[in-house]
């Protein structure tokens, strides 16, 4: 009877598992990575348009607030300055904003204010996911209750 040493046998068995491993790895690796890649891209995409809905919303809170009726009252490029201020992160030269109706607007009872931003996003790894650069649009609308 032949009595095989276990430690022997655990080295062969990885000596001849080792070039599969590695082909599996060259085979899964890609494939993983690129998950890896679009998931971030996504989470970004994601983060940014709930920025720029941010960004308006307080736009159009700024807007309802100092109406022409105000006493210190807003003009255009102070509400244009408050939604960039708010874009935290964004490429704020790719941010186009959009007050409605035409400013400045009365602060009568009824009255609606909203702000539109629209902005490009881009991509970090275009190359990789070959994706073109995505329009976002978001805005927001508040109106005077009193």
Known sequence: MQHHDPARLCQRFRARQG?????????????LLLFVFISIE?????????????????????ALVRGQDSPA?????DIRQKVLFYAV????????????????AG????????????????FVWPSIISLSPVQMQASSEMSVSQ
């Open 89 to 104: 992160g964004l490429d704020t030269g790719r941010v186009v904003v959009d007050v409605l109706p035409a400013w400045p």
């Open 73 to 77: 009252p807003a003009s255009l490029e």
């Open 42 to 62: 996504m989470s970004r995409m994601v983060w940014s348009y709930a920025t720029l809905m941010h960004a308006t919303r307080e736009g159009a809170r700024f």
């Open 107 to 122: 602060s009568s009872p009824g009255a609606v204010f909203r702000v539109q931003a629209s902005y490009e996003f881009v």
């Open 19 to 31: 070039g599969s491993l590695v082909v599996e790895l060259v085979l899964v690796l890609p494939v």
